[in-house]
């Protein structure tokens, strides 16, 4: 539970700086951030959990091993296989949390952090924006920049917008703009006023130039979810029965964390090996660089999968044999993580 707090703790803090910022300058509700952190943590919890009892095993049989309790238990008989049955039971356990996490929760919580982002896009007041800043909209597809902006007034001096949508991009100046919603529609609608607007295209050499006098505009696209966000936040019913490359990646990405973490869990076990004289968190660094080293090659791999780069067999179930083979390896040989020496 230490651990699993601090670890949240620390994610918690790298996400807020990242979410405060446009907070700060009023791209983002206080209470949307909050929201946002609460959301993201339980997301990384699919990661977390298995992390947090990885490190556990290996700081809790470390100490075993430098009181020499270890010892102990081998020569009163107590086999390695003995020693391993708790840590196994503990191991299926939390890859059952896992497991949930993965297949439900995590999928939920993606819907909930993109709708929440989508309607505080949605909801963009001028009211918060400040001049001389760049504010973006709809992911950064919509740049939005005034020189002076009048919160009372709720009008802006000197605009420029740059809109990418559909291959084309459109610049716009402005001399002054005003922000409504319309009766139909919750969304809200930048007013333009005295301006131009030059249209380009990414296939056509050829591009538009118009001047107008008053230009209504969205602030918000009606294209819907990326597919990116899509595929996270899809349930698992539609990935079981999905063929394209990118929800396969992710169904695998799923279907991998239970059993990442039973392996992980049992890995601790002979990693942790260590000598009397060797402090409890001796083999803690050893057991981050295969942590990062596994999770780095599960992250590539799932992108392989999803670019058609690597076929759905192996996928990216070849990193848990990989990982199930280093197991067997050190419990084969548990004197590899450990080496003594000749005096």
């Given amino acids: ?13 790298f996400i807020a700086a990242r979410y405060l910022e446009d907070s700060v300058q009023g791209q983002l509700p206080g209470s949307t951030v909050i929201l946002l952190i609460l959301l993201r943590i339980a997301i990384a919890l699919e990661v977390l959990l298995p992390t947090t009892l990885f490190l556990s095993v ?3 049989f470390g100490r075993l091993y430098r009181d020499s309790e ?30 949930c996490f993965s297949l439900y929760i995590r999928p939920w919580a993606w819907n909930q952090f993109y709708g929440l982002k989508a309607r505080a896009e949605a909801n963009f007041d001028m009211t918060r924006m400040k001049g001389g800043n760049f504010y973006e909209v709809e992911g950064g597809n919509t740049v ?11 009008r802006a001096q000197r605009v420029f917008i740059q809109i990418i949508r559909h291959g084309k991009m459109k610049i716009i100046y402005a001399k002054a703009a005003s922000q ?35 230009l209504a505009m969205p602030l918000v696209s009606k294209d819907g979810m990326p597919l990116e966000q899509k595929i996270k936040a899809a349930p698992f019913e539609q990935l079981m029965h999905s ?30 090996r260590s000598s009397p004289r060797q402090g409890k968190y001796a083999k803690v660094p050893l057991g981050i660089l295969v942590f990062a080293v596994y999770y ?14 690597l076929g759905s067999i192996p996928g990216i179930w070849w990193t848990q044999v990989l990982l199930g083979g280093l197991l067997l390896v050190l419990l084969w040989k548990p004197s590899l993580p450990f080496r003594r020496r000749n005096r």
């Fill in 1 to 13: 539970m230490t651990i699993c707090t601090a670890l949240m703790g620390i994610f918690g803090c």
């Fill in 58 to 60: 290996m700081i809790a």
């Fill in 70 to 99: 270890m010892t102990g238990m081998f020569a009163c008989g107590i086999s390695m296989a003995r020693v391993l049955r708790p840590v196994a039971v503990m191991a299926i356990t939390a890859g059952l949390m896992v497991a």
């Fill in 144 to 154: 939005i920049f005034a020189e002076n902006v009048d919160n009372l007034t709720n």
């Fill in 180 to 214: 409504y919603s319309q009766d139909t529609a919750a969304d809200p609608v930048l007013e333009l006023q005295d301006g131009r607007l030059y249209e380009f295209s990414e296939t056509e050499k050829t591009g538009e130039i118009l001047q107008f006098e008053t």
């Fill in 243 to 272: 063929e394209t490359p990118e929800e396969i990646a992710e169904l695998q990405w799923r279907l991998t964390a239970p059993f990442s973490t039973i392996l992980l869990a049992l890995l601790g076990v002979p990693l942790s």
């Fill in 296 to 309: 780095n090659l599960s992250a590539i791999s799932k992108k392989w999968v999803g670019q058609g780069i």
